[in-house]
Structure formats: structure tokens, C-alpha cells
């Protein structure tokens, strides 16, 4: 085994695949940046999993205080099974499904920061990888999978029909959490579930990429950007325009696509707990428009 080989074995061992990295050499987003090129000036010391290495943000624990703890889940979509994380308060109303893209997972530190802020406002969860593990390794190369708008929303159209099979979920209005391409893709899956998909927020979405169904779209939708993403402000602009039902543009000030300047996240989090709240919860008790 060469020296550059052993070093990337080390560091997929150490490291999680979706760990920050804070190297300022190289200048990398995630572990799989690194991975991919065989960064050789990262270790141990510029990765972290602090949450976008920011300070006073920890990881997410396998127990929400006193909420309900998660459970691993299986989704059956096409010939694959995926994997998910289900987080469920007492006396939940509604449920936000985590629509992931560019080549994040379930596993994303900053979609588990916003899904925890969910569950304390009693939303329950579902984080879920919308490729396998091998499709994934795939898509780290070639980078084709996770614009493959189609495929993913497929499977977040089968993820939304489990939740409704699901003894535990079934009766929750559902609503729909997208981040990048998975922002595509959850206002294209909407389209094909337009009377069981209350609610959309996307994080640094691509909504651009759904073109021509975003005027079929009928789920309230809360585009989130931030301040200093200009292309991605110009994207969710034209995309806004398009849109036909109620909607909203939320501009957080000072903040770069991956959101990782202090307290950026948290606003993120907060303006899309408030629209999944008073969208889902109104919903089930039937104060809804």
C-alpha cells in the first residue's frame, strides 16, 4: 500500500465522511473534499466535528433530552433500501422530512442542528439518505447522482408514503426540508404528493433545478438564502417568481452558502421552525387556509 493510499484508509477511519473540514490550507468544505483529491496537509488537528466549527454548537447526542429517541429506519424505494433516522416528540403534530443533496447525507451536521431545533418545537423528524452507501461512493466522483433531481425525488416520494403507512406517523402532516439539490428535489416530489405535503423550506436550495413544476408546486414554501450567496440569491429569486401559493424569501445577512458563520445556522433554524409550525400544527387542527 503507497503512502498516499494508507493516508486516506487513516483518515476515512478517523474521520466521518461528512466531518468539517477547517483546514485553512486547503480549504476544503467536508472529510470527503479532502478524500477524494488525497489532501495530504489535512490531519487530525483541522477536522472537526463541532458543528461547522463553530464554537458553543455540539453533536447531535442518539437522545434528544427528553424527547423521543431516534430510531434507525429502513425505507424500500425501486430495488434499494435506504436508511433513516426517525426522531418523534411526545405529542407531535406534524413531521419534517429531511431532503438531503450535494452529496450530504443523513449524517450532515448542519441538517441534524435544524432537526433537533424541530423536534424541541414538537415536530418530529426523518433524516434520510436519498442514496446508498455505494451509490454515494459513486456520486464522490462523478457528482452525477446528486443532480439527478428525478431519482431524488422519487425516493422522497417513497419516504413520504412510508410516513404514511407508518403505524407511528401516519397521522402527522408532513412537510418537506431541502438543502441544495434536495430543495429541488422536495418541491418536484411535492408536485406528485400535492394533497399530503403541507409545508417546504429549503437551505441554500437549488429550486431553479425543478423548472417547470415549481408553478404546480402547492405546499407553502419558505426559500432560505444567505446574504453574501449572490448566485444562489439570483436562483431563488427567479425560482420565487415562478412559484404560484404562498410563499417567502428569507435573506440571512452575512451569510455564505454552507452557512457557517456564528449564529447563521441558528436563524436558519429558527425561521424554519416557525414556518413548519405554524404551517403543519395548523394543518392538523384544521385552521389552515
Known sequence: MNKSSKSK??????????????????????????????????????????????????????????????????????????????????????????????????????????????????????????????????????THL???IRLLAKRLVDATNWITKNHDTKNLSIGYFGASTGAAAALVAAVDCPDIIKSIVSRGGRPDLAGPLLPHVRAPTLLIVGGNDSPVIEMNEEALNLLKIEKKMAIVPGATHLFEEPGTLEEVARLAA????????????????
Open 9 to 142: 484508509n487513516d483518515k476515512s477511519e478517523q474521520f466521518s465522511r461528512d466531518t468539517v473540514c477547517t483546514c485553512q490550507k486547503c480549504n476544503h468544505d467536508m472529510v470527503r473534499d479532502c478524500m477524494k483529491i488525497k489532501c495530504m496537509c489535512c490531519n487530525k488537528a483541522s477536522h472537526s466535528m463541532v458543528l461547522d466549527g463553530i464554537v458553543g454548537f455540539a453533536n447531535t447526542s442518539k437522545r434528544q433530552g427528553h424527547y423521543t429517541e431516534v430510531r434507525s429506519v429502513l425505507v424500500s424505494t425501486d430495488s434499494v433500501k435506504l436508511h433513516g433516522d426517525l426522531t418523534i416528540p411526545k405529542n407531535a403534530e406534524g413531521i419534517v422530512l429531511f431532503a438531503h443533496g450535494s452529496g450530504s447525507s443523513r449524517h450532515s451536521p448542519r441538517n441534524k442542528y435544524v432537526a433537533q431545533i424541530l423536534q424541541k418545537t414538537g415536530l418530529a423528524t426523518l433524516l434520510i439518505d436519498l442514496l446508498t452507501e455505494e451509490e454515494e461512493k459513486v456520486d464522490d466522483y462523478t
Open 146 to 148: 446528486r443532480f439527478d
Open 274 to 289: 416557525d414556518w413548519c409550525v405554524n404551517h403543519l400544527a395548523k394543518t392538523k387542527s384544521g385552521k389552515g387556509d
